[in-house]
T-cell receptor
Framework: AAGVIQSPRHLIKEKRETATLKCYPI?????VYWYQQGPGQDPQFLIS???????DKGSIPDRFSAQQFSDYHSELNMSSLELGDSALYFC???????????????FGSGTQLSVL | DAKTTQPPSMDCAEGRAANLPCNHS???????VYWYRQIHSQGPQYIIH???NNETNEMASLIITEDRKSSTLILPHATLRDTAVYYC??????????????FGAGTRLTVKP
C-alpha cells in the first residue's frame, strides 16, 4: 500500500541557510501534518493543512512556513536556520477532515535535518 | 487536551503480554483515547483508539476503565519488534480547539528475549 513519502531523507545545511522539506500524502488523503522531533524528544506538532488551507498551528517558529498544494502535497520552508533546528521532521496525512473523532494519522519516514 | 501520564519505561519478556497503563484523569466525555508507537527514529505508527468500550484489533487491545480516567494497552504476545516508545494521547473534540495529535512523554517498552 502507498505510504506517506517525504523528501529528502537527509539534509545538511549551514546556519542561516534555508531548507525546504517535501511531503506527499497517501493518495486521496486531504490533510497533512508536520511534526518536529529533536534528539531524545517527543514529536512536537508544528502545523496542519486541510484542503490547502491551514487547519491548526502548533509550536512552529516564525522562520518556518508551510503550504499545501492543489495536488495535496505539502512543503515546509525553513529560513535562517539555527543549530537548534536540527531534528527529524515528520509529515503525516489523514483522510478525514481535521477535528474529526475517528481521524488516524499515517506518518512518513521523516527528513533528518542537520544544521552545522 | 487532557493530560496523560505514562510510566517512562517498562520491560516485558518475549512472548508474554505487555500491559501499558495510561492515566488520563481529566478526560472529558467527548475525548477519545489514542495509542501510537514509535520504533527508533521511524515515524509514529497508529495502534488503536477508543471512547468508552474496549477495543481490539490485529495489533492490540485497549481497555478503558468505566470512569474513563485510565486505560491499558495490551500487546498479547510481545515480540522483540514491539520494542518502541508507546504514546497515549487524548484528543479534544471541538471545531474551535486545536486538537491535532499532540505527543507527550510516552513509555519506552523494551521486549527482552
Amino acid at each position: 500500500a502507498a505510504g506517506v513519502i517525504q523528501s529528502p531523507r537527509h539534509l545538511i545545511k549551514e546556519k542561516r541557510e534555508t531548507a525546504t522539506l517535501k511531503c506527499y500524502p497517501i493518495p486521496r488523503h486531504d490533510t497533512v501534518y508536520w511534526y518536529q522531533q529533536g534528539p531524545g524528544q517527543d514529536p512536537q506538532f508544528l502545523i496542519s493543512f486541510y484542503e490547502k488551507m491551514q487547519s491548526d498551528k502548533g509550536s512552529i517558529p516564525d522562520r518556518f512556513s508551510a503550504q499545501q498544494f492543489s495536488d495535496y502535497h505539502s512543503e515546509l520552508n525553513m529560513s535562517s536556520l539555527e543549530l537548534g533546528d536540527s531534528a527529524l521532521y515528520f509529515c503525516a496525512s489523514s483522510s478525514n477532515r481535521p477535528k474529526s473523532l475517528n481521524e488516524k494519522l499515517f506518518f512518513g519516514s521523516g527528513t533528518q535535518l542537520s544544521v552545522l | 487536551d487532557a493530560k496523560t501520564t505514562q510510566p517512562p519505561s517498562m520491560d516485558c519478556a518475549e512472548g508474554r503480554a505487555a500491559n501499558l497503563p495510561c492515566n488520563h484523569s481529566t478526560i472529558s466525555g467527548n475525548e477519545y483515547v489514542y495509542w501510537y508507537r514509535q520504533i527508533h527514529s521511524q515515524g509514529p505508527q497508529y495502534i488503536i483508539h477508543g471512547l468508552k468500550n474496549n477495543e481490539t484489533n490485529e495489533m492490540a487491545s485497549l481497555i478503558i476503565t468505566e470512569d474513563r480516567k485510565s486505560s491499558t494497552l495490551i500487546l498479547p504476545h510481545a515480540t522483540l519488534r514491539d520494542t518502541a516508545v508507546y504514546y497515549c494521547i487524548v484528543r479534544v473534540v471541538s471545531v474551535y480547539n486545536n486538537n491535532d495529535m499532540r505527543f507527550g512523554a510516552g513509555t519506552r517498552l523494551t521486549v527482552k528475549p
